[in-house]
Nanobody
Framework: QVQLVESGGGLVQAGGSLRLSCAASDRTLSSYYIGWFRQAPGKEREFVAA????????YYADSVKGRCTISRDNPKITVYLQMNSLKPEDTAAYYC????????????????WGQGTLVTVSS
């Protein structure tokens, strides 16, 4: 089964930047949408951003719009989430997921999920 592996999390000061990576194990996901989600302690998982492998369309949650950029590197089968101007409220475990249906993905459903990477933003 195809796998997604996140990396790039860490500790950063408020105002700083991080780039998260989501690497797929093979090209099976070439027809899927890939999304980033986050879950803070004690809170529900929320959608952050999404992109298709074959489309240039991108989608963002209002909470990150203007501060985050999702992009992909097709040869590397990797999706990135560049996060700038980080705030303490961005502290969460960040997950990437894949699904063929954009609406399902934005609703929090994914056929494949990564194991997550932790982002901590200090004030």
């Amino acid at each position: 089964q195809v796998q997604l592996v996140e990396s790039g999390g860490g500790l950063v000061q408020a105002g700083g930047s991080l780039r998260l990576s989501c690497a797929a194990s093979d090209r099976t996901l070439s027809s899927y949408y890939i999304g980033w989600f986050r879950q803070a302690p004690g809170k529900e998982r929320e959608f952050v951003a999404a992109i298709g492998w074959t489309t240039s369309n991108t989608y963002y949650a209002d909470s990150v719009k203007g501060r985050c950029t999702i992009s992909r590197d097709n040869p590397k089968i990797t999706v990135y989430l560049q996060m700038n101007s980080l705030k303490p409220e961005d502290t969460a475990a960040y997950y990437c997921a894949a699904d063929r249906r954009l609406l399902a993905l934005r609703g929090g459903y994914g056929e494949v999920w990564g194991q997550g990477t932790l982002v901590t933003v200090s004030s």
